[in-house]
């Protein structure tokens, strides 16, 4: 069992930041591939970013390469995205999520989800 929690979302202008934080529990953490993933109104749930368990590998999507920012803190339990530049189409809810198995951007591969944190963005 994992349990995960978002934090960090908000309504932000485009062109400002913002830092989400999730935070992991009930299972050693430091055995996770985390996961960022979103939902945007009318659109498919798709995934933004992903770190493996030691933070060597990463993946980020297209069209968040060069704004957004992955990263953990095997200490404290935590991955968090930062959230650069951004734009009315970053719109969407984010969600935190853990595979336990292989280090995939696939969302098929992870199996326990946070509840996800609101990011809306205004032009």
């Known amino acids: 069992q994992v349990q995960l929690v978002e934090s960090g979302g908000g ?3 485009a062109g400002g930041s913002l830092r989400l934080s ?3 529990s009930g299972r050693t953490f430091s055995s996770l591939h985390m996961g960022w993933f ?3 109104p009318g659109q498919e749930r798709e995934s933004v970013a ?10 980020y999507a297209n069209s968040v390469k060069g704004r957004f920012t992955i990263s953990r803190d095997n200490t404290r ?3 968090y995205l930062q959230m650069n530049s951004l734009r009315p ?5 984010y969600f935190c999520a853990s595979s336990g198995a292989i280090y995939s951007s696939l969302i098929r591969n992870y199996d326990y989800w946070g509840q996800g944190t609101q ?4 032009s």
Not at 50 to 59: A, D, N, V
Not at 89 to 93: F, G, L
């Open 11 to 13: 309504l932000v202008q």
């Open 22 to 24: 999730c935070s992991a």
């Open 38 to 40: 979103r939902q945007a």
């Open 50 to 59: 992903t770190i493996s368990s030691g933070g060597s590998r990463l993946y």
């Open 77 to 79: 339990n935590m991955v």
């Open 89 to 93: 189409e970053d719109t969407a809810v």
């Open 119 to 122: 990011v809306t963005v205004s």
